[in-house]
């Protein structure tokens, strides 16, 4: 592994035995108390999590919705408690709308974050509870400054929901925006929050905040009732990977994003990317052209895997690949259409421990402060999943009752051959989230890059067509290099960072340590004793 850092830096590598890397310091340091108690990965996991609804609500509530990948010391394990549609969102529901709606009671599914700490503390966890939570309703209840980039987003936030039921009144205190540095108290999150842990979820899910959570939705004009949130379930999904190089990438199946990473990297693999340096314009074209692919794929086939008709294995298997990297010029810009395989607002966290445990963890709001629903009274913020449904009645992605929608958010892992774990890592933000997983696992996978260069590299994201963002840092004679090749870049301007994601990532160091990055485009940091 290479220690340098050739990208221009406030942060260097962290190493430890114990390590958590998060979006937002005071949920890190969350984690790492877990840790210096006696607890492991998955109560730091869950700890940090838990904070991050707190001090960042605008990714994540405890209205959201979570993904993770742990490994438990022997085997990994994949786990998706994403939610489903209520049993009333029907294709003749949305009829009058030519896409779903982005904000209020219409764009929320089942939210299913709590169900996924819930479900990792039971199987995995080794601290009370109560112990794993009080950091979180310390925050809640007592106060906490506001830290400066969330604080940013926080007045985004506002202006664009200030107006839906309960939003003002949970995040607008006293009408305007708190600002970074502020105190910032949240007393009904933390009273939400106590209910969790005393009833190991069951009050949110069966019980008087379920009650109140389905009496705001009925009183809006939503659908959600009762049943529908009795019925949620988490499900243990293993992982789908796919070798790159030496290393082996997972994601969780469908209805995440996550497979897209995978085609990326297996077509590069087909092209034998790695030749040339990691920065030079023949690597970033082909791992844009392979991008481009992958993405219009996903798009038309990925959706709850129950309704896919083209399965993970089918959009993996080496054949469809192969005919898909064929496709790419090695010299000229594309604009790929999918092919057609044979049958066959958001927070990331990841912690690892001294025993060899690791976790890959990640919920979110989706867009923003999500729906912008809060239910009054309760701190409960409700994400807008239902967002990602398609409206096209022959898609595989349609709205349908009880079905998951397509999801943006996934957590990230990567084993050797031999299934041993080597890295724990995600990259934070909406559609850049499966093109960031590839551009980290590119530059420390194939080229040896630590954590912190990767995350610290200057960004490329896919937009359509031949259309392309880098971000303001990007080397001229790169973006130039693109131009000729027929790419439509645009540089984004220096304050355009949130839309190139955040990264987190915790490399295993040899048998008895770690070394872990922190995105600089974000509040948060990597810590570790």
Excluded at 340 to 345: F, Q
Excluded at 374 to 402: C, E, M, W, Y
Aim: proline share 7%.
């Amino acid at each position: 592994m290479d220690y340098a850092l050739p990208y221009p830096s406030q942060r260097t590598p962290v190493l430890g035995r114990n390590v958590v890397a998060t979006s937002q310091p005071l949920a890190a340091q969350a984690g790492l108390q877990m840790l210096a108690r006696g607890g492991n990965a998955v109560d730091a996991a869950i700890a940090a999590a838990m904070v991050l609804t707190v001090v960042e609500p605008t990714g994540c509530g405890i209205g959201s919705d979570a993904f993770a990948i742990l490994w438990d010391g022997q085997d990994l394990h994949g786990l998706n408690a994403s939610g489903r549609a209520p049993a009333a969102w029907t294709q003749e529901r949305f009829a009058h709308l030519k896409q779903m709606p982005e904000q209020g009671w219409d764009s929320v599914t089942v939210p299913g974050a709590v169900s996924a700490w819930i479900a990792l503390w039971e199987r995995f966890g080794s601290l009370p509870l109560a112990d794993i939570a009080a950091p979180a309703i310390g925050y809640a209840r007592d106060g906490f400054p506001l830290s400066p980039i969330i604080a940013v987003q926080w007045g985004l936030g506002a202006r664009r929901l200030g107006k839906e039921p309960g939003f003002a009144e949970a995040f607008m205190p006293g009408g305007g925006v708190p600002k970074a540095g502020e105190i910032v108290r949240l007393p009904d999150h933390a009273r939400t929050l106590e209910a969790i842990v005393a009833s190991k979820g069951e009050d949110f899910y069966r019980g008087e905040l379920a009650g109140r959570m389905v009496a705001h939705g009925a009183a809006h004009g939503g659908a959600m009732t009762l049943d529908d949130l009795a019925a949620h379930k988490v499900d243990w999904v293993g992982t789908v990977s796919q070798r790159f190089g030496d290393a082996t990438v997972h994601e969780i199946p469908p209805n995440g994003q996550g497979i897209a990473t995978l085609i990326g990297l297996a077509i590069l693999d087909v092209l034998g990317i790695g030749d040339k340096p990691v920065d030079d314009i023949e690597t970033l074209h082909l791992a844009i052209e392979a991008t481009k692919s992958a993405l219009v794929d996903i798009a038309a086939h990925v959706s709850d895997i129950e309704t896919m008709r083209a399965r993970p294995a089918d959009l993996l298997d080496p054949a469809y690949i192969a005919a898909r990297a064929s496709l790419i010029d090695r010299n000229r810009a594309g604009d790929p259409g999918h092919g057609t395989p044979r049958p066959g607002g958001t927070v990331y966290l990841a912690t690892a421990d001294a025993a060899g445990r690791m976790v890959s963890f990640i919920q979110s709001n989706f867009a923003g402060f999500g729906s912008g629903v809060v239910v009054p009274g309760t701190g409960i913020s409700l994400q807008n999943r239902g967002k990602g449904f398609s409206l096209k009645p022959d898609h595989p992605n349609v709205v349908a009752p009880r079905k998951r929608p397509f999801h943006t958010i996934i957590p990230g892992f990567v084993t050797d051959h031999g299934g041993n774990p080597l890295m724990a890592f995600g990259v934070m933000g909406g559609p850049m989230q499966a093109q960031g997983h590839l551009q980290m696992a590119l530059r420390i996978l194939r080229y040896g890059q630590n954590p912190q260069a990767a995350a610290d590299a200057p960004r490329w994201r896919v937009m359509h067509g031949r259309s392309v963002s880098v971000e303001a840092s990007f080397d001229p004679a790169l973006v130039e290099g693109l131009r000729q090749r027929g790419h439509e870049v645009v540089v984004e301007t220096p304050d355009a960072v949130f839309g190139f994601g955040g990264a987190q990532a915790i490399l295993r160091n040899g048998p008895l340590s770690y070394v872990a990055g922190s995105d600089p485009r974000k509040d948060g940091q990597a810590v570790a004793f």
